[in-house]
């Protein structure tokens, strides 16, 4: 199983940008996807999950309005689609997986997830 995250960059505050996530070595949905982020000299923290294409949304308060979490499971993809950024999200992003079972309360817990990708950073300045 590989996860392989794509589309950081940097950009000005207020932009946009859509990280990508590619999921191979399995085809089950019946996972619970999230993506994290981590600052320096910081924890790692939830940003948002996901459970099948479109059966359970969860965000980090932080980012509830301005990032958009979605799956396509026909091309075994995740996405976050971040808008009106600001120089505090600037962060490594992370995409993980946890299953095969629903998102839970506990969507945020790093160390419910036991697959991770390499990390794509992302700088708002």
């Known amino acids: 199983v590989q996860l392989v995250e794509s589309g950081g960059g940097s950009v000005q505050a207020g932009g946009s940008l859509r990280l990508s996530c590619v999921v191979s070595g399995y085809t089950d949905t019946r996972f619970c996807m999230g993506w994290f982020r981590q600052a320096p000299g910081q924890e790692r923290e939830g940003v948002a999950a996901i459970y099948g294409e479109d059966e359970g949304t969860y965000y980090a308060d932080s980012v509830k309005g301005r990032f958009t979490i979605s799956r396509d499971t026909t091309k075994n993809m995740v996405y976050l689609q971040m808008s009106s950024l600001k120089p505090e999200d600037t962060a490594m992003y992370y995409c993980?997986?946890?299953?095969?079972?629903?998102?839970?309360?506990?969507?945020?817990?790093?160390?419910?997830?036991?697959?991770w990708g390499q990390g794509t950073q992302v700088t708002v300045s």
């Open positions: 993980a997986a946890q299953g095969p079972w629903r998102c839970s309360v506990y969507w945020a817990s790093r160390l419910k997830y036991g697959r």
